[in-house]
Nanobody, 112 residues
Framework: VQLVESGGGLVQPGGSLRLSCAAS?????MSWYRQAPGKERELIAV????????DYADSVKGRFTISRDNAKNTVYLQMNSLKPEDTGVYYC?????????WGQGTQVTVSS
């Protein structure tokens, strides 16, 4: 299984970005993690296989939205009202029929 992430970049505080993670085949639950400089990787959003249930870290609740399109085997992370503390490398993580898989990561930098 391959996971390909896209959508990262540089954005000003208060701005928005949408990350995508395309899987090469069907996945069960999918998640987004974030690793800020000098910090451990943290779970920020998760979505079930059918997309019927989601959960978020308190730090992003109300600002980020995780969604998925199973026809495209793709999960998205819509990030609004971005703050400098949202800066980091964002990774998608999938549970598949072949095991667990990490994406390569995409850099998000929030700075004026």
């Amino acid at each position: 299984v391959q996971l390909v992430e896209s959508g990262g970049g540089l954005v000003q505080p208060g701005g928005s970005l949408r990350l995508s993670c395309a899987a090469s085949e069907f996945t069960f639950s999918m998640s987004w993690y974030r690793q800020a400089p000098g910090k451990e990787r943290e779970l920020i959003a998760v979505i079930t296989s059918a997309g019927s249930s989601t959960d978020y870290a308190d730090s992003v609740k109300g600002r980020f939205t995780i969604s998925r399109d199973n026809a495209k085997n793709t999960v998205y992370l819509q990030m609004n009202s971005l703050k400098p503390e949202d800066t980091g490398v964002y990774y998608c993580y999938a549970i598949t029929t072949r095991g667990r898989k990490w994406g390569q990561g995409t850099q998000v930098t929030v700075s004026s």
